[in-house]
DNA sequence: GACGAATTAGGGCGATCGTCCTAATTTTCA
DNA sequence: TGAAAATTAGGACGATCGCCCTAATTCGTC
């Protein structure tokens, strides 16, 4: 039962070797070396790149699911989950500031791929836009829950591809602490009149 | 004096693969494959792939500036010229939804590759940034006009990617309404009170 | 302790990568 | 027109790519 165990390390490390130098540049070799077995080991747990892929997504998702799910047990209400959302930004900052958003730049360099799990990748971005519009969707009516989900997302991947590209640590601050005001406005006007 | 034209296509090709397939996964094969020529007189034009990526680079920083001039000289407002960077999104949309932005992809790209051009890549934001900073500051003081540039910026490309990703054309038209209609309540807040 | 299954190691496959070289051809201009 | 320079073609270099095979080792179970 230990092939499990190295098969998930597998997975580990591809993660994190295809989000810091991408899918493409990243070989059998780098992930094996990472891990620390022989290329031959490797291949009995996995026959091609993409199926590590499809296992690196997968393993994202459910990463992104308990996290998510976290954020809904500990915080009592939408804005408040709203703005861990947010904060995501400034939680991994460094690590932006090098390689972008893990999930922004998966599916960017899938689609110049053409590459068949792209709407795979594309699904990670709706478990966020999903997530969101359901906090959304009690601050304000259903119908524009999800475009404020949609638009709170593009903000987020317009500021994490600015802050990779500038490395500019007051500009991120400057869009965080924009976004917590724009949902504080969507909160407060909750019950009262629109804007 | 032939040499002069063969190498400005082996740019253009060149601009086009890196934009649809990325630098990476763009070889010499596939470059000179698209401009019909042997992989020897390719070699003759440039030594290195990291030679071909610096030209190309340039010729997009050139493209973008006689693009920004023509705007310039187009658009009596600064109002009516920051709409025509906004525009870009509408104009290029089937590009932006097959690959990206240029830019903001290149940028990214060379990130996660730590790549030395990466900074010149990134002046393509900054070229956007100084000309879009440039008509801010006759809308608002001058303090506020380099970060209204950054969140222009920021939000295209927000928009670029989520477009990019679920390809969704309301989504699209409704980002450039809502900066469009940013850009209105800026300018028309020009001599009244701030908000 | 033995035996079948799971796991590991290591090497080799053809293809392609970026790069480089040489020789043939074309162009330039005294 | 003839020699020098610029341009082109085509192939070969070592390295590395994703992928596959076989043999050895470890493991689980009776």
Known sequence: MAGRRTRSEIVAAADELFYRMGFEPTSFADIAEK???????FYHHF???DEILNEVIQKRAADRRTM??????????????????????AINCDKIRLHGCPIGTLTGELAKLD???REEATALFTLFRN??????AQLV????ADRLAMELLARSQGAATLYNAF??????RREIAAMKAWLAGISAGRKSAHD
């Open 167 to 172: 490395r500019d640590d007051d500009f991120l």
């Open 47 to 49: 026959k091609t790149k």
């Open 131 to 136: 997530w969101l519009s359901r906090q959304f």
């Open 68 to 89: 998510l799910d976290a954020w809904e047990q500990e915080e009592s209400t939408p804005e408040r989950r709203i703005a861990r959302f947010i904060d995501i930004l």
């Open 141 to 144: 009516p259903h119908k524009e």
């Open 115 to 117: 590459h068949p799990a």
């Open 35 to 41: 891990v620390n077995i022989s290329r031959g080991n």
